[in-house]
């Protein structure tokens, strides 16, 4: 059973989270993580069929850092801003330092002079683990409600 602190760092755990990658600061999104982690974007139908239908994958922090190294030097995409609303955390087991964390999201992107537009939205089933005093993703898997990948998807989500 979880203390009501300990579901309030999860839920702030999650605000830092945002707020990074909200704020562009993509050079700390790898902190959020294990070493060895599983960062995956995909659909429903991709969650069926295995990883061919991802949006996104990556298996360790210095692969996340080699995509945003990568973004940096791209020039064939238009920057653009995202924000990040994540709700309805639910706890769905805790054993020793692991936890599985169940929580809806959306995340809106807006870019220069345009309207925002919803980039993505559903759940997520994410693996939280405490390492050295600090929470930090196993696992971060993203399904989202939508089949059809977004035009432009560059940055994290």
Same mark, same amino acid.
């Given at each position: 059973? /979880? ?5 309030l760092d ?5 605000? !830092?989270y ?7 600061? /993509? ?8 070493e060895?982690? @599983?960062?995956?974007?995909?659909t429903? @139908?991709g969650?069926?069929? &295995?990883?061919?239908? #991802?949006? %996104?994958?990556l298996?360790?922090?210095? $692969? %996340?850092? #080699?995509r945003?190294?990568? %973004?940096g ?7 653009y ?9 639910r706890?769905?087991?805790a054993?020793g330092?692991? $936890?599985?964390?169940h ?8 870019y220069a002079?345009?309207p925002?537009?919803?980039?993505a939205? &559903? ?6 683990? !405490?390492?050295g005093?600090? /929470?930090?993703?196993i696992?971060? $898997?993203?399904?989202v409600?939508? #089949? ?10």
């Amino acid at each position: 059973m /979880l203390t009501a602190e300990e579901r309030l760092d999860v839920q702030e755990f999650y605000a !830092r989270y945002a707020e990074c990658i909200d704020g562009a600061r /993509l050079e700390h999104w790898a902190e959020f993580f294990t070493e060895q982690c @599983l960062y995956r974007v995909t659909t429903r @139908l991709g969650l069926r069929l &295995g990883g061919d239908e #991802d949006w %996104m994958n990556l298996e360790s922090t210095s $692969l %996340m850092r #080699d995509r945003v190294v990568s %973004m940096g030097q791209s020039e064939d995409f238009v920057p653009y801003q995202q924000r990040h609303f994540f709700a309805n955390f639910r706890i769905q087991e805790a054993e020793g330092d692991e $936890l599985q964390v169940h929580a809806n999201f959306l995340v809106l992107r807006t870019y220069a002079g345009q309207p925002s537009e919803v980039l993505a939205s &559903g759940y997520c089933q994410d693996r939280v683990t !405490r390492a050295g005093g600090r /929470l930090k993703f196993i696992q971060k $898997l993203y399904i989202v409600e939508n #089949d059809e990948r977004p035009e432009s998807f560059v940055y994290p989500i």
